[in-house]
């Protein structure tokens, strides 16, 4: 499955794409540019 979420740096966000992710989902997580995307990044 494809999955976007929007606000994915935010807490909720976040762990929403994490727990996605390890479910071997393909997640695309919208942030603001400013936001700090390094839990993100170690997620690929």
């Not at 494809?2 to 762990?15: D, E, M, Q, R, T």
Request: hydrophobic share 45%; net charge negative.
């Amino acid at each position: 499955m494809n999955a976007v979420v929007f606000g994915g740096s935010g807490f909720i966000g976040s762990h929403t794409v994490e727990q996605l992710v390890l479910a071997g989902h393909e997640v695309t997580a919208a942030v603001r540019e400013q936001s700090d995307t390094a839990f993100l990044d170690r997620l690929g």
